[in-house]
T-cell receptor
């Protein structure tokens, strides 16, 4: 069975500061990993995903994440936070090509607050 | 515009009164899914469908029904809603499924339906 742990339900950073949102996963097979963002009163939007290949993945809005197999982690970073980054962020894992196609297991989410 | 639509966006109802939340996608996606989002619990899958007439239970299916008679539509049915089904519901779809295929496809989410059961 797969699972996702997001450390910190709330993270607050100053505008211009580094954003680091933590995600650790558990999977019995090579995982596919995703970060989604949810702005207030909206659905989820894909930020980036890792499937195979390069372990550093770049997404939209200047975000990136690095897949570290040895640490079972997929932390999300952005060098300089902007007020518009305030949202809730969800890490998710799927089991790739094992037959449970497209089943995503989500973490509990991290709400990012950006202050002036 | 490629999108997933849900209706209604907001619904307040009473215990036991049957309701249906509709979901439609215009991307010819095979896979569709329903999630509920609750504070501190993230998103949990209710039901999913790999194609027309093929549906299966997710992690929290109790109290819900679904149907997939057409590829584009995947309604969520609550036959007898209860207060513990008060939640934010999301429909999602993605292109390809199947045991021979890799699930790398992005899931596209609808805008959500906020349901309150009194």
């Amino acid at each position: 069975a797969q699972s996702v742990t997001q450390l910190g339900s709330h993270v607050s950073v100053s505008e211009g500061a580094l954003v680091l949102l933590r995600c650790n996963y558990s999977s019995s097979v090579p995982p596919y990993l995703f970060w989604y963002v949810q702005y207030p009163n909206q659905g989820l939007q894909l930020l980036l995903k890792y499937t195979t290949g390069a372990t550093l993945v770049k997404g939209i809005n200047g975000f990136e994440a690095e897949f570290k197999k040895s640490e079972t982690s997929f932390h999300l970073t952005k060098p300089s936070a902007h007020m518009s980054d305030a949202a809730e962020y969800f890490c998710a894992v799927s089991e790739g090509n094992t037959g449970t196609a497209s089943k995503l297991t989500f973490g509990t989410g991290t709400r990012l607050q950006v202050t002036l | 515009e490629a999108q997933v639509t849900q209706n209604p966006r907001y619904l307040i109802t009473v215990t036991g009164k049957k309701l249906t939340v509709t979901c439609s996608q215009n991307m010819n996606h095979e896979y569709m899914s329903w999630y509920r989002q609750d504070p501190g619990l993230g998103l949990r899958q209710i039901y999913y469908s790999m194609n027309v007439e093929v549906t299966d239970k997710g992690d929290v299916p109790e109290g819900y029904k679904v149907s997939r008679k057409e590829k584009r539509n995947f309604p969520l049915i609550l036959e007898s809603p209860s207060p513990n089904q008060t939640s934010l519901y999301f429909c999602a779809s993605s292109l390809s499924v199947g045991r021979a295929k890799q699930s790398t496809d992005t899931q596209y989410f609808g805008p959500g339906t906020r349901l309150t059961v009194l």
